[in-house]
């Protein structure tokens, strides 16, 4: 089983930075891949980016790639979400979520956090 507790969420007016934690913890953590996630009100879950664990590639979806980047630190079994140029549109709870192989999908989801970005 592993725990994820994500934090650094707040409120940010258009334009500005947040970056955002993710802790693991639970069992040896190695995962394939870790993910984050947004959702807005009202809507679902959408992928944000996520990093390779091994090598540390990412990929990002379009809506904020340029904006924002995803960073890894093994020894503190932790993701962060850099956000730059941040838009009202990016409000959303954000997640994040282990997945363990290649093959798997995203599970272990973290309870996340609140992002509003004002006008």
């Known amino acids: 089983q592993v725990q994820l507790v994500e934090s650094g969420g707040g409120l940010v007016q258009t334009g500005g930075s947040l970056k955002l934690s993710c802790v693991a913890s639970?069992?040896?953590?190695?995962?394939?891949?870790m993910g984050w996630f947004r959702q807005a009100p009202g809507e679902g879950r959408v992928f944000v980016g996520q990093?390779?664990?091994?090598?540390?590639?990412?990929y990002f979806d379009d809506s904020v790639k340029g904006r924002f980047t995803i960073t890894k630190d093994h020894a503190k079994n932790t993701v962060y979400l850099q956000m730059n140029n941040l838009k009202p549109e990016d409000t959303a709870v954000y997640s994040c979520?282990?997945?363990?192989?290649?093959?798997?999908?995203?599970?272990?989801w973290g309870p996340g956090t609140q992002v509003t970005v004002s006008p």
């Open positions: 990093i390779t664990w091994s090598d540390g590639i990412t």
């Open positions: 639970g069992r040896t953590f190695s995962p394939f891949a």
């Open positions: 979520a282990t997945q363990l192989s290649s093959t798997t999908s995203f599970k272990y």
